[in-house]
């Protein structure tokens, strides 16, 4: 663990019920600079809903999250919830703060998604350069009119740039969806990217992939840590890959942390194989 | 007090009646094909201006079963043409289809009748002259409701009881379930279009009789109103789309009137000009619903997955 | 391998607008109203009208993804205002003959008071300009409640606005600014728009439509083709997707949708000066379904594809199949069969050919540049 290092990503007693059904209960996690930090957890275990949680699609129905010391999440059981709150800690939060997705990237998290979300009609340079808009200076007039026409040859000479060290700029003009799936991912982490986030999520980034790939891809990984100075928080199932990479795991399980620690520790954590093989009903 | 607004509620009752058989051809095919069906409306003018035509030369109890016969294969071939061809098209595509197949009706009907409006025929004994609590009218505005209302019990009926209704339920729940579980979706969609023209076309008899005729736009205004009715209840919902169907036709009904209603009871002067707003009125609920209940009365609450 | 930034600023197409406008200006000349060829500039005015009309929807329907019918109502908007503000003192009380004016005020005659006949020009170009910020107030009114509305919904959310906008204007109590449901008229229009220069007269009727259509389209192409044209397509493609990249979606719909509706009041404006007369009973959904079918005819997202769309739709529908509903066409003549309305027949049957079997409209997502390009490159071999 770096906790010399500042506190990045810090996730309290987050618990995000659907009607009846706790989807996550009384997670808490924290992230440190420049680390590289796990969620993993059987199918249905919570990971992706705690993902949409911090990213802000959902609003959680209690707890807080903290971004670079800073309190961006929070909220509490109220209105109907009020009653058929199932979770934990209902009466340790008091403030309503749900900022949507775009609020927290522009405080610099960013996210790929589980089934890739490039935007079909646009090339892959263009992917990468909308990514760009949200660095803007500019208004609608200025840029309708050509007044910003200084930061828009800088954006696009950074997409540019961005492509070339991730290995894209031989396909630039090509249609996004156009490329092979594995290129695929690697444009949604360049366009992440693009944004110049601080936090990095990957959903599932080696969904679909053969061994051979997962290999490259986990090379890109940390990478991309040691290159844009991001702290990356993922989600995966490729075990070689979480427990290559991976500075420290959480483990859910029906939407409950059950562990954590650094690779080696899980790996050797009764729990967590309890998790993942069952356990024998007489247990 | 009670004298001067029962007239309005009665014949806002009526309409409602009316409108409700509209909406549920509207909420039967937004509930499985997830498509405002603009063409609806115009479905509903051109059996009316079947009815002008055919009267004249045949007697009624030939024309009445054959208009209906004719609207049921119109609604019917519309699917066919217009819709199925786009069933994996974007949504944006068949609702301009839809869009494109009214136009088409709207400016056929004006060629036929040259812009001219056409006289509904009258229907012995539905538009005879009736009294009810001391006010004179015609009988077509108190059939109307005990009609709609037996109607949709049976359709109700039909949608819970029987295998093509069974059909119908999973459908609207899941289309490509549905689909797999080898159901004949297009065998569905077919009956969908059949019973909700079926009833735009009984509709269409009441409505018209209550008029002075028939244009080429009769239909857009009312099939609007009748979708307006559809979402309010709920869309995909059959009761819903009643309920909201008559509640629509009794405000209509009453801003309609509320200039004299308020005169008689003193609380205004002279005319405000309410009766402008008759049909916005409806536009209006229908924002206030969107906004604040999008699901309706009865909807059912979907979650987008990311 | 080095990309060229700096784009050359496109010389060719300015050249292109500049002749086509020259050309507009020399046909207003020659052309005169009892010329059969007169049908040429009722087309290239009421096109233009409708080419922005399409055009500002097309940024909303097609770039934005946002399915909105409302844009007859924006029309009526800019139509009223620009009808109101340009009607002269003189001839007000004859408009209003029901109701007592509440407006009397007029740009063009307020400003050629002050700056002579230069002032009637900058009148109707202020009258024309708050037409579309009219119409764009009332569309961010109304999108603050419908835009978080999804696809179909907002389809008839707006499209009850436009009807509830139309009953406003119709309302008796308002007859002093609206005229209530009686028809504008004798306000300023093209039919009497013409600049004298000493001696020679210069016939604009047909030029300012086209030189405000041309110049409002120019501008929706340069947004389209800036960073916010891109968000916009990123929102259609992929709002999700958008939304975690950074861009606030409530701003940016609401930010083409008030753009869209500026053009459209603007695009109102031009058809209350083309026609001579502005009525809220004409501007029904019927309108908005036509101007989307422009759109469809076109190729949703493509702005080339708009203007072909309604021109084309403008010109079929005035002039070339008119023979359809006056007895003869093509040297056929059947007057049973070809009588009136046949046209629209004919047309609306064309029309959902086009939406059946050719869905992509004439020009698809490219634009009239992209078909050059393509050309030239196939002209030039493999050359790079």
């Known amino acids: 663990m770096r906790k010399d290092r500042p506190c990045v990503l810090r996730v309290e007693d987050v618990t995000m019920q659907f009607g009846g059904v706790v989807a996550v209960n009384d997670f808490s996690m924290e992230e440190y600079e420049g680390e590289i930090v796990a969620i993993i957890g059987p199918n249905g275990a919570g990971k992706t809903t705690a993902f949409n949680v911090i990213t802000g699609v959902y609003a959680p129905t209690n707890g807080r999250v903290s971004f670079n010391g800073s309190k961006v999440i929070e909220n509490f059981p109220k209105g109907k919830m009020k009653k058929g709150y199932l979770g934990e800690n209902a009466g340790k939060y008091t403030e309503t703060l749900e900022p949507t997705p775009d609020k927290l990237t522009a405080l610099g998290m960013a996210r790929t998604f589980q089934n890739i979300r490039l935007w079909p009609s646009m090339s892959v340079f263009e992917n990468v350069l909308i990514a760009k808009h949200m660095k803007r200076t500019s208004n609608l007039f200025s840029a309708t009119f050509g007044a910003n026409r200084a930061e828009e040859i800088r954006q696009r000479e950074e997409a540019d740039a961005l492509l070339e060290t991730v290995g894209l700029s031989d396909v630039r003009n090509e249609l996004a969806t156009s490329l092979p799936y594995g290129k695929q991912r690697r444009l949604e982490i360049a366009r992440a990217l693009a944004t110049e986030p601080k936090l990095l999520l990957l959903d599932e980034p080696a969904a679909g992939m053969n061994p051979q790939e997962t290999v490259e891809l986990t090379r890109f990984i940390a990478e991309i840590r040691d290159q844009f100075h991001v702290s990356i928080l993922l989600i995966e199932h490729h075990m070689d890959l979480v427990m290559d990479i991976s500075d420290r795991i959480y483990v859910l399980d029906f939407g409950k942390m059950i562990a954590h620690g650094t690779p080696t520790e899980i790996q050797a954590n009764e729990k967590v194989i309890d998790a993942y093989l069952g356990v024998a009903d007489d247990a | ?306 | 391998m080095k990309q060229e930034y700096r784009k050359k600023t496109s010389w060719g197409a300015l050249l292109a607008v500049l002749v086509f406008l020259a050309v507009v200006l020399w046909l207003d000349q020659i052309i005169k109203p009892t010329n059969k060829m007169y049908m040429l500039l009722t087309v290239l005015q009421k096109g233009s009208v409708y080419a922005l009309a399409a055009v500002s929807m097309n940024l909303l329907n097609g770039y934005t993804g946002l399915f909105s019918l409302g844009h007859a109502g924006f029309m009526l908007i800019g139509a009223y205002t620009y009808a109101i503000f340009t009607i002269p003192s003189s001839a007000r009380d004859a408009v209003y003959q029901y109701f007592d004016a509440a407006v009397r005020f007029s740009f063009p005659e307020a400003l050629s008071g002050v700056m002579g006949p230069a002032g009637t020009a900058v009148g109707v170009l202020i009258a024309v300009i708050l037409a579309g910020l009219m119409a764009a107030f009332f569309a961010w009114l109304i999108g603050l409640p419908v835009l978080r509305l999804k696809s179909d919904y907002l389809a008839i959310a707006t499209l009850g606005f436009a009807e509830i906008i139309r009953a406003i204007f119709q309302w008796q109590k308002l007859g002093p600014i609206t005229n209530g449901s009686n028809l504008l008229k004798n306000f300023a229009r093209t039919s009497k728009f013409k600049l004298e220069l000493g001696d020679t007269k210069l016939v604009l009727s047909t030029f300012v439509p086209v030189l405000i259509a041309t110049i409002s389209i120019i501008i929706i192409v340069k947004l389209v083709n800036s960073t916010y044209g891109r968000a916009f397509k990123a929102i259609r493609d992929d709002e999700i997707a958008a939304e975690a990249m950074g861009i606030n979606l409530a701003k940016h719909k609401m930010l083409s949708f008030t753009v869209s509706s500026f053009f459209a009041g603007v695009s109102g404006a031009m058809m209350a000066m083309v026609l001579s007369i502005a009525q809220a009973s004409n501007f029904k959904s019927a309108m908005t379904y036509e101007i989307l079918l422009m759109v469809v005819l076109g190729g949703i997202g493509s702005t080339s594809g708009s203007v072909i769309g309604s021109f084309l739709f403008v010109a079929a529908s005035e002039w070339w199949l008119r023979g359809l509903d006056s007895g003869s066409f093509l040297g056929i003549s059947a007057p049973g069969i070809f009588r009136n309305g046949f046209r629209l027949v004919v047309f609306s049957i064309i029309i959902m050919i086009v939406v059946l079997f050719f869905r992509k409209g004439i020009m698809g997502e490219r634009e009239i540049s992209d078909v050059l390009r393509s050309r030239k490159k196939k002209a030039g071999g493999t050359a790079k």
């Open chain 2, 1 to 306: 007090m009670a004298k001067t607004i029962l007239p309005y509620i009665i014949s806002g009752i009526s309409v409602g009646g009316q409108y409700a058989l509209i909406a549920i051809g509207y909420t039967m095919v937004y509930g499985i094909l997830r498509l405002i069906n603009f063409a609806h409306g115009d479905v509903f003018m051109v059996a009316g201006l079947m009815m002008v035509y055919m009267a004249a030369s045949m007697p009624l109890y030939i024309a009445i079963p054959l208009m209906i016969v004719l609207t049921v294969l119109l609604g019917f071939l519309i699917e066919r043409v217009a819709y199925r061809p786009l069933r994996t098209a974007p949504r944006m595509s068949v609702m301009i289809s839809a869009i494109g197949v009214s136009y088409l009706i709207q400016n056929l009907a004006l060629y036929i009748t040259g812009g001219l409006n056409k006289n509904y025929p009258t229907i012995p004994w539905i538009s005879d002259r009736v009294t009810v609590f001391g006010m004179e009218t015609s009988r077509v505005t108190i059939i109307t409701p005990f009609l709609t209302i037996i109607l949709v019990v049976l359709l109700v009926q039909l949608i819970n009881h029987t295998k093509i209704g069974m059909a119908m339920r999973a459908v609207s729940l899941n289309f490509e379930t549905s689909q797999l579980m080898g159901i004949r979706i297009n065998n569905v969609i077919s009956a969908t279009f059949i019973i909700g023209t079926f009833l735009a076309a009984v509709g269409s008899m009441l409505f018209f009789t209550n008029y002075p005729g028939v244009v080429p736009t009769s239909g857009a205004m009312p099939g609007l109103k009748a979708f307006v009715a559809a979402v309010f209840g709920g869309i995909g919902s059959i009761p819903g789309a009643v309920i909201g169907a008559f509640i629509i036709g009794i405000a209509e009904s009453l801003i309609k009137g509320l200039d004299t209603i308020l005169i008689v009871q003193g609380t205004i002067s002279e005319q405000i000009g309410f009766a402008t707003f008759s049909d916005a009125f409806t536009f209006i609920l229908l924002i206030i619903v969107l906004v604040f209940k999008p699901t309706g009365l009865f909807g059912e609450k979907t979650t987008d997955k990311v």
